[in-house]
């Protein structure tokens, strides 16, 4: 009997042993990123890694539609008890003759940890297209991480957290001009995200000088113990 028996776990639970592993290889690892459950860069190289409880055709299909991103893309699942048996020798024929990879991911073990079993092919002649630069500057513009494999949860994109940053701002220094905002570390389009306000967080007191709303300040109260919040709420109190 394994663990998936007697204990029901979560896609997303096979997240954090997967991120240990990419981390280990020297990646920076960010969860639910423009539809990916997992992307990973590290220098030029972009992986791509999607998770399922089982071997699917949803998988396969949602693993070949990452190929426009990247050359490695896998697919993860947890370990089966035999590896011998059933369709995982299949499975694994598939996805090579697909190039893809195959993590596993030890759900049954009392530490959870995630293995390689194969790599795709990697192509040295790719260029980078549009989406993948997209993918990419996604993970760099993140500080705050979103668990992968989380169908409802709010993901905490690029966009949201220079939101947060700038609402933790205005919240401790009252209003501010985008100018002044950018002066104290924010991107350069922190006008836009002023005007465009698609949270409800900010409103014009005068020409150029915005302030924080009471949405805007019910979402830190309410989030106030979550790492980004906090972490932007103690650099507002550092310039």
């Known amino acids: 009997m394994t663990v998936s028996d007697t ?6 639970d096979m997240y954090e042993p997967i991120r240990n592993l990419l981390i280990s290889q020297g990646f920076i ?3 639910e990123v423009k539809g990916c459950d997992i992307a990973a860069v590290s220098g030029d190289t ?3 890694v999607e998770m399922k409880l089982s071997a699917n055709i949803t998988l396969i299909y949602q ?4 190929q426009g991103l990247s050359d490695s893309v896998f697919v ?9 048996e059933g369709n995982f020798p299949a499975l694994q024929k598939l996805l090579k003759k697909l190039n893809l990879g195959l993590i596993t991911v030890a759900m049954d073990s009392p530490k959870k940890h995630a293995e390689i079993i ?12 549009k989406k993948t630069a997209a993918v990419k500057r996604e993970i760099f513009g993140r500080t705050a ?3 992968g494999g989380t169908n409802k949860a709010k993901i905490n994109t690029a966009y949201r957290e220079r939101c947060v940053r700038i609402a933790c701002l205005l919240e ?3 209003p501010l001009s985008a100018k002044t905002l950018v002066g104290y570390g924010c991107e350069k389009d922190a006008n836009t995200i002023l005007r465009a306000n698609y949270s409800g967080w900010f409103r014009k007191v005068e020409k150029g000088i915005y302030e924080l709303t009471q949405a805007g300040r019910d979402y830190l109260c309410q989030n106030e113990t979550a790492s980004l919040v906090a972490y932007y709420r103690m650099k507002a109190l550092e310039v």
Not at 7 to 12: A, G, L, N, R
Not at 63 to 66: C, D, I, K, L
């Open 7 to 12: 204990v029901k776990i979560k896609e997303s």
């Open 29 to 31: 690892v960010r969860g």
């Open 46 to 48: 972009l992986w791509v």
């Open 63 to 66: 693993a070949m539609e990452r």
């Open 76 to 84: 993860a699942i947890p370990r089966p008890r035999n590896t011998r």
């Open 118 to 129: 194969f790599f795709p092919n990697e192509s040295s002649r790719r260029k980078e297209n």
């Open 145 to 147: 991480d979103s668990v």
């Open 172 to 174: 401790a220094k009252g």
